[in-house]
């Protein structure tokens, strides 16, 4: 059964932080490229980064470049959102999604272009 499940979610502060987990499990681990991305319930889905499945490159949004981490653990399944310095307007169900390539611009905020996606885990920042 292949799943993906997000948690490290929470309230803080303007200024705190917070890491992300996300584990999954029944499919190849290592041949995907992993996503987050998040979403503020009636609002559009926004990509926030990606790192990809074997040299680990990384790519984020402008708006968390700097204060936002992503990295990726191929022996235990896990990846990972550090996000420090976050900001009210960083509040929002964070997804971890899993795609087998690097998915055009055009798709990339669009959930049903991605083979697997998670349940979701909600971060709150306040002011």
């Known amino acids: 059964q292949v799943q993906l499940m997000e948690s490290g979610g929470g309230s803080v502060q303007t200024g705190g932080s917070l890491r992300l987990s996300c584990v999954a499990s029944?499919?190849?681990?290592?041949?995907?490229?992993f996503y987050w991305l998040r979403q503020v319930p009636g609002k559009d889905i926004e990509w926030v980064s990606t790192?990809?499945?074997?040299?680990?490159?990384?790519l984020y949004a402008d708006s968390v470049r700097g204060r936002f981490t992503i990295s990726r653990d191929n022996a235990n399944n896990m990846v990972y959102l550090q996000m420090n310095n976050l900001r009210p307007e960083d509040t929002a169900i964070y997804y971890c999604?899993?795609?087998?390539?690097?998915?055009?611009?055009?798709?990339?905020?669009?959930?049903?272009?991605?083979?697997?996606w998670g349940q979701g885990t909600q971060v709150t920042v306040s002011s």
């Open positions: 999604a899993a795609h087998s390539s690097l998915l055009p611009t055009r798709y990339i905020n669009d959930r049903t272009h991605y083979k697997y």
């Open positions: 029944g499919f190849t681990f290592s041949s995907y490229r």
């Open positions: 790192i990809a499945e074997v040299s680990f490159t990384t």
